[in-house]
């Protein structure tokens, strides 16, 4: 302090500016990368899990929900329904396949069996597209500008579409996906496939399949943050979330298409989007008919007879 009390004026002032500066960049690195998000409900998966474990007498709970919500709460395959949301099992490792064959095999696919997802395949799933991957920042699986998270994942689940256990099937209906707390609420009771698939200018795909997802965006919590120019990180970022979703499901052996081809109010109807939520993707997932897994083989003569070697 004596020294710099002794600098000429004007090396005092540079020094100043110098250390405001860098202040100033330190305060906006962390307020950008360093805080956590600051939307969501904050509670964690955890806490969730707790409030499961006390007695539970919603009649809802007991009609479609597995029975063992009071044992077990760390078995990461368990999931708990009480009220209208379901606890998804937690993500984890459950493919081998590398990412390498993921991206080989990736295809878009539209014809599906008359099978159901399991729960735990709906759980990774939608963990792919927007769970979350870092949790003291709340970053998520695909990469968002600002880390502003413009994206809302719905789920129309058909009937009979996802096995919750032997026997047992989730209720058919329109679910939110709750990002914070890997569930998924109900927000409107029934096979809506049909309805959905109409909006989305009849693809049977949308109807045949077990389950869709319906992507939609805010972009006001990009845009204002970037202006006009969030506009294309909120597409840029869909495309990476979709992107997910297909690796994911390929990962898993199931088949999933991007449908971009759709009425958008319609669409916003079936799914009850809220008014600052656009639908940017409606995303068919089901058990392939057929699959087809090229080798890096193939790939390797294709290019070879490209660059003329045979
Ligand atoms: C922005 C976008 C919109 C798309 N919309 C539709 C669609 O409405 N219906 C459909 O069946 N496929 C749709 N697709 C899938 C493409 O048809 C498919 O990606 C393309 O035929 C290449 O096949 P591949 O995905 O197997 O590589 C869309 C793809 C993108 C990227």
Same mark, same amino acid.
């Given at each position: ?11 005092? +002032? ?14 906006? %690195? ?41 044992? @077990? ?25 590398? &990412? ?21 395949? +709906? ?5 792919? @597209? ?41 209720? @058919?209906? !329109?679910? #939110? ?31 045949? %399949?077990?389950?869709?997802? &319906?992507?939609?965006? !805010?972009?006001? #919590?990009?845009? #204002? ?23 994911? @499901?390929? %990962? ?8 971009? %081809? ?44 490209? #660059?003329?070697?045979?």
């Amino acid at each position: 302090m004596f020294r710099i009390a002794r600098l000429k004026p004007a090396t005092a +002032l540079w020094v100043l500016t110098l250390v405001i500066t860098a202040l100033l960049a330190a305060y906006a %690195a962390w307020l950008f990368y360093g805080t956590p998000h600051p939307r969501g409900s904050g509670s964690t998966v955890t806490s969730s899990i707790t409030t499961i474990t006390t007695p539970v007498t919603s009649t809802e709970h007991t009609t479609w929900s597995n029975t063992s919500t009071t044992t @077990a709460v760390s078995a990461r395959t368990e999931y708990f329904i009480i009220g209208n949301t379901v606890y998804l099992p937690l993500p984890r490792q459950v493919s081998n396949v590398t &990412v390498e064959e993921a991206i080989l095999w990736r295809r878009s696919l539209r014809e599906y069996k008359d099978e159901p997802l399991t729960l735990t395949q +709906l759980s990774m799933i939608l963990w792919a @597209a927007q769970g979350i991957t870092d949790p003291a920042r709340r970053f998520r699986a695909a990469p968002s500008a600002g880390a502003t998270y413009p994206l809302v994942l719905y789920v129309v689940v058909g009937d009979r579409g996802v096995l919750l256990e032997p026997g047992k099937y989730l209720r @058919a209906g !329109v679910y #939110r996906y709750d990002v914070m707390k890997h569930a998924l609420t109900l927000v409107r009771d029934g096979d809506l496939r049909g309805e959905l698939a109409k909006a989305s200018l009849n693809q049977p795909w949308v109807r045949d %399949a077990p389950v869709d997802l &319906v992507l939609c965006a !805010v972009f006001e #919590r990009t845009t #204002r943050v970037y202006g006009e120019r969030g506009i294309r990180y909120v597409y840029m970022e869909a495309g990476h979330a979709a992107q997910n979703v297909y690796l994911m @499901a390929t %990962a898993l052996g199931l088949g999933t298409v991007v449908v971009g %081809a759709f009425h958008d109010d319609w669409v916003a109807s079936v799914v009850k989007a809220g008014k600052d939520e656009s639908p940017l993707y409606v995303i068919p997932v089901g058990v392939p008919k057929e699959v087809k897994h090229p080798s890096f083989q193939e790939i390797d003569s294709w290019y070879s007879s490209q #660059r003329g070697g045979g």
